[in-house]
Structures are given as C-alpha cells and as structure tokens.
C-alpha cells in the first residue's frame, strides 16, 4: 500500500507563491483591524503579488501555515482546547468570503 504524500499547507501556499497551483477557498469571517511592522507587511505584499491575490488573502494563508505548525508543537490536551469554537466566537460572523489565491487559468 502507497503512502501517499498530504502537503501541508506551507508547501500549498509555496506552490501558490511559485505559480505552480492555485487554490480557493470560503469561509464564514470576522472583520478585525490590526497594525502590521513594516517589515512584516512588505513580505506579505509582496508574497500577495507573487501570489496574484489581495492581501487579505494571503494574511488568512499564513495564519493557517503558523496555526498548522504551532499546532503539530503543542501538547495534545492544549491543542484541543485552542481548537474548541463557542457558541459567542459563531455569533461574531459577520460575513462570509471566497478566496482565489494563484494565477488564473
């Protein structure tokens, strides 16, 4: 039996950056305001371009590939319990959006 290969999702987003695959995505979202270091928000930009997508786009991808990897260096019971969604977090929805990240086809 092949054991098959799942990419992560940094390797995902690498191929997006590269131009090698696209991917999109829908989801229910919460708007929030943050203040980005300079150096910080350059990269992001730039990957966004690279990536042909906004950059709120490419923000929520690399939320997913820290959160993904923080995940896999916690202990099992405080993974869990970061992962738990309430009732109040739902109701903070406020929309929901799809995402095209890569270039068109």
Do not use: W, Y
């Not at 987003?13 to 929030?32: D, I, K, P, Y």
């Not at 371009?49 to 405080?78: F, H, R, T, W």
């Amino acid at each position: 039996m092949a054991n098959q290969h799942e990419p992560t999702k940094a390797e995902m987003l690498a191929g997006v950056v590269s131009g090698t695959a696209n991917t999109s995505t829908s989801m229910a979202t919460v708007q929030r305001s943050h203040r980005f270091p300079l150096h910080i928000f350059v990269v992001v930009e730039n990957l966004a371009k690279k990536a042909d997508c906004s950059v709120s786009a490419m923000i929520n991808q690399l939320l997913e590939v820290g959160m993904e990897s923080l995940l896999k260096e916690l202990p099992p019971e405080i993974a869990k319990e970061v992962l738990l969604v309430t009732q109040e977090q739902i109701d903070k929805s406020n929309s929901s959006i799809s995402q095209k990240l890569g270039k068109k086809e």
